[in-house]
């Protein structure tokens, strides 16, 4: 169903990661500003079958869709279901994301290869699949973080390495797309209360103390700048990276 009158009604957009937390927040926020939106999802199944439910309970229109951004081929799987369930995709928000803090010495080759695969380059994959069909006034949106510039914790190099990966491929890919008049943009989100990183989790003291507002950002909070840059409102802004991080002191 096209939910007239708001700001992205008609637009079609696919979510990485939508069952829980920044990334649920995210398609929340873009099917109530009139988006159909496609999410994928690998493990919450219960959670992403609520959620697609509380959608269309709302009067919009969600799907979700079990995709491994570890694996190539589901996530290119992914995004052809969206266009052919929901039609061409607008609007993409590569959310998904894996944190595994652990001494560098001890990282094993697979774990390597793991958070490269989902943090990085899912996100080229899908932009790759989704790209060549978006049109004028599309809209691709990364999240990345601000651990790309500030690393308070030990063991987080690798997650580091792959978020400033995806802020140079944004740059890259903004020159790419800009031709068609679709915008690449990274948000970096700082320390967000989340199932991977909870306010009163292990790293929370330290972390709080280098955050200016004193307090961890809400997934809500993200999902309003993702809003933002997929709105027409945000026309003239590629290639940029966003820190959304209440002030972290680098
Ligand atoms: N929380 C923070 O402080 C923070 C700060 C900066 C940046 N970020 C970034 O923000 C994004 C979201 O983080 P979050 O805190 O919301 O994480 P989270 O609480 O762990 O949620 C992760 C979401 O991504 C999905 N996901 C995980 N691995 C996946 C895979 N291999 N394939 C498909 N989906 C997968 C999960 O799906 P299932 O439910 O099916 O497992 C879930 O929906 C990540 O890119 C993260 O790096 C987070």
Redesign the pocket.
Known sequence: MTVLNKPLSGKIAFV??????????IVRRLASEGASVA???????N??EELVREIQEAGGTALAV??????VD?VKGAVAETISVLGAIDIVV??????NVKPYDEVTIEEFDQMA???FR?VFVAIQAAGPQMKEGGRIIN?????ASWNPIPGNSL?AAN?AAVAGLTRGLARDLAPKGVTVNNI??????????PADGPYASLAKGMISLGR??K?SE?ASMVAYLASPEASFITGATINVDGGVVI
């Open positions: 990485t990661g939508g069952s829980r937390s920044i990334g649920a927040a999410f994928t999802y690998v493990s919450a199944q959670k992403a079990r995709a491994d951004s570890a694996n589901a590569n959310n998904a994301g894996i944190a695969a989902i943090n899912a999240i990345g973080s601000i651990n997650y978020k970096q989100p700082g320390p967000v209360d989340t199932d991977m990183n961890y950002g997934a993200i």
